[in-house]
């Protein structure tokens, strides 16, 4: 069964520091999507991208956030200067169309900011 | 805007009882219901969802739920739980016309031998 694939599943990194994590969608999905669990914490949607731009993005994705498809297959979250508070299992998903479809959801990537 | 409620956030069972976990959603337009499930070290898997139609919904691993229009709740059940459904599952709900999922906190199920 096809399946989200994400890495690395985890990575520490220093404050201030730049991060990306990397996602490969399920082949001819058309909606990807970042999430966020913060520790003992809700699941959280970041942003959503279709058509090779942003549709919907949260109050949490601010500037320091971005995400990029770059070649097709590969789409990235990018945290510009990582704070203490990003420390989270981030969460990469896609599904085939919009209205009732199932979002697959990848194993999760654990990001640890020291 | 909706919300999701999971009234419990640790459910212990023992092996081959029955189990429920009670999601409670708000949301002024129509929705879509799901419950997801996280195995340890891995992803959230779909376990089934509601989009319209009879309301009780089956899904994989022996779980139904059922949805709950006037008590705007989507229950998850199963009858005889296993050691292999210790797990966290979450119930999330988008809109019927929307793009995101919205979750709840999870319960996190333990099941004892």
């Known amino acids: 069964e096809p399946e989200v694939t994400q890495t690395p599943s985890h990575q520490v990194t220093q404050m201030g520091q730049e991060v990306i994590l990397r996602c490969v969608p399920i082949?001819?999905?058309?909606?990807f999507y970042w999430y966020r669990q913060i520790l003992g914490q809700k699941v959280e949607f970041l942003v959503s991208f279709y058509n090779n731009e942003i549709s919907e993005k949260s109050e949490i994705f601010d500037d320091q956030f971005s995400v990029e498809r770059p070649d097709g297959s590969n789409f990235t979250l990018k945290i510009r200067s990582t704070k203490l508070e990003d420390s989270a299992m981030y969460f990469c998903?896609?599904?085939?169309?919009?209205?009732?479809?199932?979002?697959?959801f990848g194993e999760g990537s654990w990001l640890t900011v020291v | 805007a909706q919300s999701v409620t999971q009234l419990d956030s640790q459910v212990p069972v023992f092996e081959e009882a029955p189990v429920e976990l009670r999601c409670n959603y708000s949301s002024s337009v129509s929705v879509y219901l799901f419950w997801y499930v996280q195995y340890p070290n891995q992803g959230l898997q779909l376990l089934l969802k509601?989009?319209?139609?009879?309301?009780l919904v089956k899904g994989i691993n022996g779980f139904e739920a059922e949805f709950n229009k006037s008590q705007t709740s989507f229950h998850l059940r199963k009858p005889s739980v296993h050691i292999s459904d210790t797990a966290e599952y979450f119930c999330a709900v988008s809109e019927a016309a929307g793009n995101k999922l919205t979750f709840g906190g999870g319960t996190r199920v333990l099941v004892k031998p």
């Open positions: 509601y989009l319209s139609g009879s309301t």
């Open positions: 998903a896609s599904r085939p169309g919009l209205t009732g479809n199932t979002i697959y």
């Open positions: 082949s001819n999905h058309l909606y």
